[in-house]
C-alpha cells in the first residue's frame, strides 16, 4: 500500500502543510523532554534507595530523595527567564526548603546514630550550609 503524499492545490494549503508539521514537532519533543525529565527523576529515586539501603529509616531514605531531586535541579539552572527556567526554580524551591527542614528535624530525631548524622550531614553542601 502506498502512502499518499499531501498534494498541495494553493498556498494557504501549503502554509498549512508547514504549520502542522511544525506544531507536530514541537509537541513530539515536548513529550519527549516530559518523558526525559520523569526518567531522571525514577532514576534518581531508584539510586537513593540502593545508595540509602544501608540506612533502614523511612523518613531518612525520603530526605535523600528530596535532597538527590534538589542537587539534581540545581544542576538544571541556566539563567535564562524562560517558562522553564521559572518551573525548575519553582521545583528546586520547593525539595531544597523541604529537604533542609527535614534535614534539621532528622539531626535532632538520630543525633545518637553516627551514621545517619553522617549521611545527612553530607548534604550540607548542596545546601549550602557551613560548619
Same mark, same amino acid.
Request: glycine letters at 4%; a positive charge; aromatic letters at 10%.
Given at each position: 500500500?502506498?502512502?499518499?503524499?499531501?498534494?498541495?492545490?494553493?498556498?494557504?494549503?501549503?502554509?498549512?502543510?508547514?504549520?502542522?508539521?511544525?506544531?507536530?514537532?514541537?509537541?513530539?519533543?515536548?513529550?519527549?523532554?516530559?518523558? #526525559? /525529565?520523569?526518567?531522571?527523576?525514577? &532514576?534518581?529515586?531508584?539510586?537513593? +534507595?540502593?545508595?540509602?539501603?544501608?540506612?533502614?529509616? *523511612?523518613?531518612?531514605?525520603?530526605?535523600?530523595?528530596?535532597?538527590?531531586?534538589?542537587?539534581?535541579?540545581?544542576?538544571?539552572?541556566?539563567?535564562?527567564?524562560?517558562?522553564?527556567?521559572?518551573?525548575?526554580?519553582?521545583?528546586?524551591?520547593?525539595?531544597?526548603?523541604?529537604? #533542609? /527542614?527535614?534535614?534539621?528535624?532528622? &539531626?535532632?530525631?538520630?543525633?545518637? +546514630?553516627?551514621?545517619?548524622?553522617?549521611?545527612?550531614? *553530607?548534604?550540607?553542601?548542596?545546601?549550602?550550609?557551613?560548619?
Amino acid at each position: 500500500m502506498a502512502i499518499k503524499q499531501w498534494q498541495v492545490v494553493n498556498k494557504e494549503q501549503h502554509i498549512a502543510v508547514i504549520i502542522y508539521d511544525i506544531v507536530k514537532y514541537k509537541w513530539e519533543k515536548i513529550i519527549l523532554f516530559i518523558n #526525559m /525529565k520523569k526518567f531522571l527523576i525514577i &532514576l534518581a529515586r531508584l539510586s537513593s +534507595n540502593l545508595y540509602a539501603g544501608n540506612l533502614s529509616n *523511612k523518613d531518612v531514605k525520603i530526605f535523600i530523595d528530596n535532597a538527590e531531586t534538589c542537587e539534581h535541579l540545581s544542576g538544571e539552572i541556566s539563567g535564562d527567564n524562560d517558562a522553564r527556567q521559572r518551573e525548575v526554580i519553582r521545583d528546586l524551591n520547593k525539595y531544597c526548603n523541604r529537604a #533542609m /527542614k527535614q534535614q534539621k528535624r532528622l &539531626l535532632i530525631k538520630y543525633k545518637a +546514630n553516627p551514621e545517619v548524622v553522617a549521611e545527612l550531614k *553530607k548534604w550540607n553542601e548542596v545546601f549550602g550550609i557551613v560548619e
